[in-house]
Every structure is written in C-alpha cells, then in structure tokens.
C-alpha cells in the first residue's frame, strides 16, 4: 500500500504538472480576451517610410522663396516669392531620385526624399522615420506653389511656412 505522504506529494506533483502544462497553452493562444501578450505599440507620430504622392520631378525647377508665420500673410508671401525671381532658390534633381535642397541650418545642399504617410501626409526629407526631425511637411502643392513647414519646432519657429512659387522659364 502507498503512505498517504506519498500520495499527496504524487498528487501534488500531477496538479502541478497538469497546470503548468494548461499555462503553457494558454500562453501560446491567440484569443485576445486570454493573452495579455499584445503587439508593441508604434511610436506615435512615426510611420515607415513610404512613397509620396508628389513625385521629385514636379518640384525640380527655379523657384522663387519668402515665408510667412501668419497665415492671413499667405496671399502677400506669396506675391514677395514671386517677386524673388530675379534670384531664383534652384531645387535640383538628385542622383538617386530625390531633390537637392537644404536641410535647416545647413549650408550645403544635400540629396532628400519625398515621402508619404498613412495619413496621406508629403514630406520632404532625409532617408528615415517619416516624419523625422529634419523633415518638412508639405502643407499644400498645387504645381505653381509649393508650402512647407519644418517638423522640428525650433526650425517651424524660426523659419515660418516656407512659400515657393515656380518661376516663368527662362525666354
């Protein structure tokens, strides 16, 4: 005959094995109202990188620039960029299918990339995260205008809603 000791150390050995064994299937269920497992987050604010919907070749050209922080100043910005023609902001085309422009405070040109967002968002900026802190959004295109903002708030301050107004060509 078994000792009653032994019985209960067997039998607790038996639940214990059952239970870690329901666990280990709970574990690996799907069932949302089971697992406390759920995907991490993305950071909000940032999405992957995906095209824009305004392609490089539609903002490569001579441009005249001005900015505004008011947007009741918009309709007078614009007219000043017009008028800076004479000494035209010249985006170029970039060797991997971006546009050559300055990032803030920078004194060289470098090659940048358009990219959309989810939200349906362009942005102009530095391969990364969109939208990242050099970016800048396009806040309105329409061909012959082109606004934009700068994400980082320091440079948004300083620097305004960036107004581009396409030049004639050349006669």
Request: some cysteine; hydrophobic content about 40%.
């Given at each position: ?72 100043d918009r309709a007078r910005t614009e007219a ?92």
């Open positions: 005959m078994i000792r009653s000791v032994n019985a209960r150390t067997v039998a607790n050995l038996a639940i214990a094995s059952a239970l870690t064994m329901f666990l280990a299937g709970c574990g690996s269920m799907s069932l949302p109202s089971l697992s406390s497992n759920s995907p991490e987050p993305v950071e909000p604010g940032v999405a992957p990188e995906m095209p824009a919907s305004i392609r490089a070749d539609e903002i490569v050209g001579r441009w005249g620039l001005a900015s505004f922080q008011n947007p009741a000043a960029a017009r008028g800076q023609c004479k000494q035209p902001y010249v985006i170029g085309a970039g060797q991997s299918g971006g546009v050559v422009m300055h990032l803030a405070d920078q004194a060289t040109p470098q090659e940048l990339r358009l990219k959309g967002s989810p939200s349906g968002k362009n942005y102009i900026g530095p391969a990364g995260p969109t939208p990242g802190e050099q970016d800048r959004e396009i806040v309105s295109f329409d061909g012959r205008v082109l606004v934009t903002r700068f994400i980082d708030k320091d440079a948004a301050v300083r620097y305004g809603n960036m107004v581009y107004v396409r030049c004639a060509p050349r006669a």
